[in-house]
């Protein structure tokens, strides 16, 4: 990075630091420190939830996964509407009225102590590790493309932003997640601008598109029914398909947005149901659109690397562990025959009297001869390096999806625009870690030191302990990252399984406090406890490969399994609180 | 879509959250309609 780059992402950080200090100024009780004194009118709920939703992995690897599997990555959001709706009606109105500070207080008083302390144990559990995580795959990714200290790198990305959250709290995290957004959404449609405006002449749109459909990343709707043995079937291993986008999906976000203290905590901090629900709706409208620009941005960059020099491998850090294996010599000489392919390529596809162009690029029916050579051979080329990196001799990681829009923006952007976007994967990382963290907070407070402490506090006592919880959370949360560098690419995947894990039988108990009146707390407590054993059990054997399911499912599976278990035990148990 | 009783509040815009619903709904239903189009037309 360039001094103007340095200088553009210090400036960017060092403003949200002081936006969120100077804007968290808050009543010194736990009402302005988790709640914003009620006050935070809809529009900031809604960049609040989108802003908490969207992580640096979501900005770092959704163009790459367009780049490399198509646009069908935004089918995964088609439950979110849907539970956007749901949320407003059930969820919201019986939160306002009964003024809690996390979504478990409800629990207690809709069951008993021991729901509400399960289920907020669970969500402390699973959103204590996974932040971990998720502070440690984009330090992982910046760190080996632009070769940073990994350590430093890690506590810049889930430490600097301890400083407004302990201080300012919920007002804190709205308003800095607020600018956070216009940044995000300026830095990346300034990228998208110059990935257009660095293509030849007479490419635009509608060749960027057909290009893209060519090449097989215009595949937005799937079914997920696969040919067999000559049967069409149901593939339930497949992630993201109209099916479980829809069903999988659902279920995944009305746990998210409607159990999820991350996520709640958010939205309660309205004045109003009305401000609330607007913020809610608001964010089923315009969440699929953005995800599909922001999955678009995929497919431009892969029009861009049609016409120019495409790298060997996105990730240099794994070529540089090829540089110092066996495969040192083997690789220096591929190299230099991919660069000189590439060469040969992009004079070829850079004259508009090629066979077929610009389609010809990525078609290869329309291919000439010469360029179909090259292409089948640079293939053969990547192939032969990806496995090169699977040889446990090597022990590297052969999948660069999550590399590819940050190559793209390092080696492509001019000067100060690389530390823009820098500093976007920074804030979008900010904005979701500094909401989970006043979240991890609060059920503490909340759920466990008041509800099981004999000691009164003041209202100044409990604001400066809550103080102390946000410091010590974020503080486990950059170890459990500096700790599971090991894991590599797989955490992000990790972190959406994590999730899968345990929302499924949280959301199940709410959905049995909502819809299932005559069903007291014992029945629920049990029913939770087996079947999350039961989902843990089915994750196992999936992972030993003795099952065939998509992790999506678990959250179906573990609501399901709550809501007929529960039932299934009502009639052997006796209430214990009516 | 019940309303609920203790919700009083002025609805924005409509006169009724359940617009508010159908247009939610609505708009993913033309979403995937636009998707499934562009996915029919460009590959």
Known sequence: MSAIDWIVLALTLTLIIAYGLYKGRASKDLDGYFLSNRQVPWYMVLLGIMGTQASAVTFLSAPGQAYTDGMRFVQYYFGL?????????SFVPVFHRLRVYTAYEFLEQRFDLKTRTLTSFLFLLQRGLSTGISISAPSIILSSLLGWDLFWTTVVMGGLLIIYTVTGGAKAVAYTQQLQMIIIFGGLSIAGYIVIHRLPKGIGWPEILHMGGKAGKMNIITTGFTDKGGHRHFDWNDKYNLLSGIIGGFFLALSYFGTDQSQVGRYITAPSVSES??????????????????LMLGVMVFAFYGFNKEPLF????????????KYADSLATLSA?????????????????SAGWPYAIVDPTLIDSRLQSITREKAQYKATVRRWL???????????????????VTDYLPKGLVGLLIAVIFLAAWGSISATLNSLASCT????HRRFSTRTLTGRQEYRLSQLYTLLWGIFCVAVAQLVYGLGNSLIEAVNVLGSLFYGVILGVFLVAFYRRRVPGTPVFVAALITETGVIVLNVLEKKGMVSLSFLWFNLIGAVGVMVLSELLRPLMRPQKQ | MDQPE?????????????????LVIGFLVFCIAVFYYLTKHFS
Not at chain 1, 337 to 353: G, H, K, M, T
Not at chain 2, 6 to 22: I, S
């Open chain 1, 81 to 89: 509407p849907l539970a956007m709706v749901v949320v407003c009606i």
């Open chain 1, 277 to 294: 629900r607007l913020g809610l709706l608001m964010n089923g409208l315009v969440k699929i659109p953005m995800q599909f620009l922001i």
């Open chain 1, 314 to 325: 996105f990730n240099q850090s794994q070529l540089k562990l090829l540089e110092h294996s």
């Open chain 1, 337 to 353: 025959r991919y660069d000189a392919l590439e060469a040969q390529r992009i004079v070829a596809v850079r004259s508009p009297d």
């Open chain 1, 390 to 408: 699977d040889d446990k001799a090597v022990g590297g990681d052969s999948n660069d999806t999550n590399y590819i829009f940050l190559r793209f």
């Open chain 1, 445 to 448: 407070i909340c759920d466990f």
């Open chain 2, 6 to 22: 203790d919700d009083k509040e002025r609805v924005p815009l409509f006169g009724n959250w359940n617009y508010w619903y159908v």
